[in-house]
């Protein structure tokens, strides 16, 4: 029996490995304008608005050549990007059994639809929920709650898939199951701390239970 209407995915280390691409796109902007060599860690800790709030607060009077700047590198430097192996074929898969599909993630409007264009996978989602279309960012709801008013679903019919804290926060606070995806997770041990309802280490292993439920 189908136990799933609508799946939602996180984008960077869910969907694609754009993790190291984020960094060197950040660490370039920071060495040319700030004159530092910031580190992942210290990168990492500024997620969570889009990438845009992130560059205007690093100099506000600079901001629209620190933008140009950043999509330049960014999208200049994609080959430093994939989709992880098996992540196409279970998008596909999913169209196919008609459940509804998914972006919500953290990134702007302009980088996601960067990485989800060169990755080839920006026609398999009905709806594109990125960091600009919302007022509160993850871990607020806010996004989830936009998908499932926008398809009139219910609540326990629909998953969101990612590999932060913010992702399970967010879950819960819109009322749906949440699968922690461990296979590239900045916060692994944080996300396993909060206790998902579901957790995978491998695409297959996400696969293999997404085909049971859909």
């Known amino acids: 029996m189908k136990t799933l209407d609508g799946i939602i995915f996180d984008v960077d280390g869910t969907l694609t490995s754009t993790n190291d691409l984020i960094f060197e796109s950040f660490r370039y902007v920071s060495k040319k304008y700030l004159n530092i060599n910031p580190r992942n860690e210290e990168i ?3 997620f969570g608005p889009p990438e845009d709030v992130i560059l205007k607060d690093m100099s506000a009077d600079k901001y629209e050549e620190i933008k140009k700047d950043y ?7 994609h080959h ?3 989709l992880y192996p098996g992540i196409k074929e279970l998008l596909e898969i999913i169209k196919r059994h008609n459940v509804f599909l998914a ?5 702007g409007k302009q980088a996601a639809t960067i990485t989800l264009q060169k990755l080839g996978i920006i026609d398999l989602f009905d709806s594109i929920i990125t960091g ?3 007022k509160k960012h993850k871990p607020s709801g806010e996004g989830i709650l936009k998908f499932l008013n926008e ?5 326990d019919r629909v998953l969101m898939v990612g590999d932060s804290t913010g992702d399970i926060k967010a879950s819960r606070e819109a009322g749906i199951k949440v699968a922690s995806v461990l296979w590239d997770s900045l916060t692994k041990e ?3 701390k909060l206790g998902s309802d579901y957790v995978f280490y491998t695409v297959e292993e996400l696969k293999k239970f997404i085909l ?3």
């Not at 999509?71 to 200049?76: C, L, M, V």
């Not at 398809?151 to 609540?155: H, P, T």
């Open 80 to 82: 430093l990007a994939d």
């Open 151 to 155: 398809f009139n679903l219910e609540k």
């Open 132 to 134: 600009d279309d919302v």
């Open 71 to 77: 999509y330049d590198f960014y999208t200049k430097n």
């Open 44 to 46: 990492a800790a500024l």
């Open 103 to 107: 972006i919500f993630t953290g990134k």
């Open 212 to 214: 049971q439920n859909i």
């Open 190 to 192: 944080k996300v396993l």
